[in-house]
């Protein structure tokens, strides 16, 4: 027995040493193979002459004649057939219709992992297949998954046995093998393919783009070491040409395309030199009107630049910091024009109430008094006139309207300058009367303005002229004089809001610099215009104003109103929280032989206008206890029609406040400081309502 175990053990280890040789010798073929695989992939550059080869050497490990490699399209849910071995016409048209999913193939897509299918026949997944594997002499399929470096399936790579078989774990292991090397290739042609995608977008997108941009990198080899530094297009899109003004070659100099200006090139080599994003404003060469702003960044070997057309944007800063500019010079001009009506009415109520002045002195204090406060109303009467055309609440009340009586009323308004500073007023207008349309008391105020801005800038002893005529469908008036001029530069600014040509000019006899746009705004409300020329500094100025005739309704030309004959005597409520206005508006009824109630607050106004029915109630708007409306609400309910005449007595003088004191049931609305003239003939009309 111990002869026998001895003589079986050379035996068993006869035999172990042939299977270990033949393993390694198995091993060492398929290293040969997978090398040999290698080699000839670097030979090939297309992705399908790769998959193939890689093909081959799977279906010789395997002994199959038949094999595919199938790969996922974009959409992600069908395969395309990107290598074939041995594969029948009829056979590649089915496998290209297979979606994840179907067979093997779409199977180990689907779940990412190995599908072995061991008997095609007696298997029911492989069932729509049947035919065509037995067609083809198929009993046996063997696929692998091709997974991408992210993770990705990218497809399957089968081999179709002849047999029904299984593969054992050297072909699995080499299956393995072989799906890492062509999904690497795979994965290669599909970044490849992506990138090259993504710069032809990329490409487009900037050649079609309406933003100029381009792409600078440093010139190389100087021909002199000490060289300024040049820069060069390595890119620059069609709206970059178009912006230089000319087709930009490859590889042409910056400099060139800017024509040699040093001044447009320098902020490029700045940004090039700082070698980090920046940002600069830049005009290009002979297009001194339009501005560009431009960002730079460094990019590998070169700069990017984007050129943003921001023209119009610092246009409109230009303008809000010359209107914020403007805005400051008419606060300071307002203020000054404010006070300068201040200090004589200050000084005349001194005058008045000095123990020893004499009666005249004392006369001569009140007409101060009475013009430098008509001077300032017309300062706030202008103030509200321009707020309501700017937002277009001023309506005009067109009428037949006689042109001298316009010309006459103008003249009358501008008379005081013109005499204080002694000019000559010269007037051509036709000698027949001309009837139009238009609005006589804005119209009048539109020329007074202009005459009134002719006497301010021209020197004392100068000569104005004043000529109205008709051309064709317009009256056309026109103001000229010598004075100082307008500026070229100047003069398309003249009509905007607070321009003045020179705000503290001696010459100019001060203003809120809002005239000449108030007249604008009237006459284009009248659908007219105002144009103004001038030769310069000390040639004078011309302002032509131009209004349609329109057609004439009726006959009621500009006239003066009829002077208020004396009233009777009345009994009015004066209410007020002021008290200095209270009381002076009560002496001066007083003076008039009325009968004079006074209140502090709504609430006593109410009172005595319950207790002493008083025929006419003169009440301020913004009073404590119940400010004007509500007693104006208050005793139209309680009185009914024996309401007295009720009239708001207000500094709120614009049309929404009109319209707010009628909806409360003034009869009628005055501003301060009140015209005493208008009052009287209000007050002439009696208990009669004056709506």
């Not at 005058?351 to 009475?370: G, L, M």
């Amino acid at each position: 027995m111990f002869l026998s175990f001895r003589g079986a053990w050379p035996l068993r280890c006869l035999g172990t040493g042939r299977q270990e040789r033949a393993d390694l010798s198995r091993q060492v073929t398929d290293l040969q193979a997978l090398h040999e695989l290698s080699s000839r992939l670097l030979e090939v550059r297309s992705l399908e002459q790769q998959l193939h080869l890689i093909l081959q050497t799977l279906c010789r490990f395997h002994g199959a004649r038949l094999g595919a490699v199938l790969l996922c399209e974009p959409d992600g849910s069908t395969l395309r057939v990107a290598a074939g071995e041995g594969l029948s016409e009829h056979t590649r048209q089915v496998l290209s219709r297979l979606r994840r999913g179907d067979g093997a193939c779409g199977q180990a897509v689907q779940s990412a992992r190995r599908v072995v299918v061991r008997d095609v026949q007696a298997d029911p997944r492989y069932a729509p297949w049947h035919a065509l594997a037995r067609e083809q002499g198929v009993h046996g399929v063997h696929s692998t998954p091709l997974i991408a470096l992210d993770g990705q399936v990218i497809g399957a790579m089968s081999v179709y046995l002849s047999q029904a078989d299984e593969p054992d774990e050297r072909l699995r292991h080499l299956a393995d093998i072989c799906a890492r090397k062509a999904a690497v290739h795979a994965d290669r042609e599909r970044s490849q393919r992506r990138a090259q995608r993504a710069d032809e977008r990329l490409a487009g997108v900037m050649a079609s783009s309406p933003l100029p941009f381009g792409i600078l990198e440093p010139c190389e080899g100087a021909a002199e070491a000490d060289a300024a530094p040049q820069l060069r297009w390595a890119y620059a899109n069609t709206a970059a040409a178009a912006l230089l003004g000319r087709s930009i070659a490859a590889q042409a100099l910056l400099r060139d395309t800017l024509g040699g200006d040093e001044a447009a090139l320098q902020p490029f080599l700045t940004a090039a030199a700082a070698g980090r994003g920046s940002g600069f404003d830049w005009q290009p060469p002979g297009a001194a009107r339009r501005c560009f702003h431009v960002i730079a960044s460094p990019v590998p070997q070169g700069l990017a630049v984007w050129f943003t057309d921001v023209t119009q944007s610092r246009r409109q800063e230009q303008a809000l910091r010359e209107t914020d500019r403007r805005k400051d010079e008419f606060l300071a001009t307002l203020a000054h024009e404010l006070r300068n009506p201040l200090a004589p009415i200050r000084q005349a109520a001194q005058v008045s109430r000095a123990p020893n002045a004499t009666e005249a002195q004392r006369r001569w204090s009140h007409e101060v008094i009475d013009r430098q406060v008509g001077h300032m109303a017309l300062l706030l009467d202008d103030l509200l006139d321009m707020s309501r055309v700017t937002r277009g609440k001023l309506a005009l009340r067109k009428c037949a309207t006689e042109l001298r009586a316009v010309l006459d009323a103008a003249i009358e308004t501008a008379r005081p300058l013109l005499d204080a500073k002694q000019h000559r007023l010269e007037v051509e207008a036709p000698d027949e009367p001309l009837c139009f349309e238009a609005d006589p008391l804005r119209l009048a105020q539109i020329l007074s303005n202009l005459l009134t801005n002719a006497a301010k800038y021209t020197d004392p002893g100068g000569h104005i002229r004043l000529r109205a005529q008709v051309q064709g469908a317009e009256v056309v008036v026109s103001v000229a004089d010598n004075g100082i001029g307008i500026p070229a530069e100047v003069l398309p600014t003249v009509f905007g809001m607070f321009s003045q040509v020179s705000a503290h000019d001696e010459r100019s006899a001060g203003g809120l610099g809002i005239g000449l746009a108030l007249s604008r705004g009237l006459a284009e409300l009248h659908g007219g215009r105002i144009d103004a020329a001038s030769a310069g500094v000390g040639q004078g100025s011309e302002f032509t104003l131009r209004v349609p005739v329109g057609r004439v309704r009726s006959a009621n030309p500009l006239a003066e109103t009829p002077a208020a004959g004396p009233a009777g005597a009345l009994r009015v409520l004066v209410a007020d929280d002021n008290a200095d206005a209270r009381d002076s508006l009560s002496t001066l009824l007083a003076l008039h032989g009325h009968e004079v109630l006074s209140a502090a607050d709504g609430n006593e106004a109410l009172r005595l206008l319950e207790q002493q029915r008083p025929q006419v109630a003169l009440l301020d708007i913004g009073m404590p206890g119940r400010d004007g409306h509500e007693v104006a609400r208050a005793a139209r309910e309680r009185l009914g029609p024996d309401c007295p005449l009720l009239v708001a007595v207000t500094g709120w003088a614009q049309d929404q406040d009109r319209s707010r004191s009628r909806d409360a049931g003034f009869d009628g609305h005055l501003s301060k400081p009140v015209d005493l003239g208008a009052l009287l003939a209000l007050l002439q009309q009696g208990p009669a309502r004056a709506v």
